[in-house]
């Protein structure tokens, strides 16, 4: 079947005063229909970069530059107008955003802020707008909807505030949800709601979601396939269980090993990564990992590791794989 | 809402008892007294006068008397302009400083805001440095220079506009123009570059990425979105502007001789006018406390996380 959004070498740059930010650096993937994909990586790797770069939502101009190709249908985004991607842009694609606290409008009430972009998609009246505005939220679990649609953001709390997003993102049907990180800023109790909720509608509606996150364990269970990225690349292909049972990349060792487990047998400090994710400014030459990989080699600082296939959409960037991979 | 106005307008009479104490006192500290400066009046006749104007009375006799007549709505007589009481004078010259204070505010809100909103809007385009351009002028370039150039141009050299006569003579409210135009650069020039750096923050903010993210036109995000958070930080330089502004604009008034109420705030002082100086002083603190109240109130309106109950 063809696949609903192919992403074919993505660069998203931006130019600084410190020099050139490769924020997205030739990044590819697809995503089938209803399929639901996680993207995860540590702060600042270029999750919701590639999330706005798919969306257009990037100010394209002198200082920001997107290349590649996102053909999404039968067309190529990229190339798009503004006007063209304001018509997909809520109805064909709907985001989700990573703060729920700041990602609503302070000063218009919920029902506005629901209404207006069915109005905006969808042939409604003001009226059946608003009914489904209230169905929406009593489908994404926000109490009393009825008595509460007219209500401001601040009236509500950080978890509802990001239901009342999830219901604004399926309002209008679309085909692909990006969801950059809805549960990072949310209580650990409540980010299991939200996930919880999120499953449920996965099931319900036929769409497709790209899930961005850097916690692994939001991943497990949710998605079908998990794409690794580091410093803008995508260094890891896998399924979700090929990706917990038998992670290749030593990132993905690493973000592995730092998930709090249940089971665990050692008790105290959780394994963190050591150093820090790099600059995306002028890179060196090699792999971006390779100053904090423990298993470092003379290649790795030389030049950045080609791909190595182990099966069809498995593979891994990393020189530990270089000769025995793709045989 | 209408209980929160009552209960701030109730408010405001202590406030206003305590400045109009403090300031009597203060006053009277200050080296020099009203007819300090006729040198030539003899000993008897200033006791004379002295005694008409019961200044021969202890301090706090004084005091009671200034607030007894204060409660009856009277600002006591002038010691300076012997024909007419301060009530009088405050209150013939206050309505011309607040038409022309108005008419000013209103050109500078108008233009100042919507310019300044399209400037933000436009960010780093032609029409954004062009108009910031004519607003640094606006800021530095003082009344004092703009007045008597644009009276240079506009009366004397194209006989366009009259040069004063406070809506007197043939020329009417064509007087007007200058003088309020005068003002009012300064005015637009501030508004529009606060509401320029205001729209340009609340662009970036992440909920005007969510209304791009809905495929909302820019047209509806700009004026449905943007517009009501940019105006907030206005609101708050509206407040005590306009206060000042209401209570007369002395270079301005004085250029294109407006009958306003500015002169009495110098003047006053310098003649030790002890009434007249409460007078001032009472008028620019109530027009102060009502113009806060209304801050507050629009605040309250475009602000859903304020309520005032
Ligand atoms: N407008 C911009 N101008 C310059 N650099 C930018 C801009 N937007 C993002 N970046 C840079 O791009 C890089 C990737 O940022 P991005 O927000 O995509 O990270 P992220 O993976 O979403 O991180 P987080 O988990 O913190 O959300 C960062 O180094 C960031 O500083
Ligand atoms: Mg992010």
Redesign the pocket.
Known sequence: MKPILEVKHLRTQ?K?DIGI?K??DDVSFDLKKGEVLGIV??????????G?SIMGL?PIGK??SVSGDVIFGNENLIEKKERYMRDIRGKKIAMIF?DPMTSLNPFLRISTQLIEIMRRHLDISKQDAKDRAIELLQLTGVPQPKQRVDDYPHQFSGGMRQRIMIAMAISCDPSLIIA??PT?ALDVTIQAQVMELLHKLKDQLDTSIIL?T?DLGVVAGFCDRVHV?YS?KIVEKASTNELFEDPKHPYTKGLLKSIPRADSEIKGELYTIPGQPP??VSLPDGCPFAPRCEFVRSECTVSYPPISNFSHERNVHCWLYGDDANE | MSGYVIRRILGTIPTLFIIVTICFFFIRLAPGGPFDREKAIPENILRNIEEKYNLDEPIVVQYARYVYSLLRGDLGPSFRYADRSVSEYLFRSLPNSMLLASLAMGIALMIGISSGVIAGYKRNTLYDYSFMLFAVFGVSVPSFVIGPLFMYFFSLQWGLLPTSGWLSGRAGVLTLVLPVISLALYYVATMARLSRASTIEVLQSDYIRTANAKGLSPSYILTKHVLKGALLPIASYFGPTFAAMLTGSVVIETIFRVPGIGVFFVQSAFNRDYTMIMGTVIIYSTVLIVMNLLVDIIYGILDPRISYS
């Open positions: 931006f600084t930010v924020a997205v990586g540590e702060s600042g790797s270029g999750k919701t970069v590639m706005m990037l200082n920001v990573q950059d990180e990072t961005i850097h990225m803008g600059l995306l």
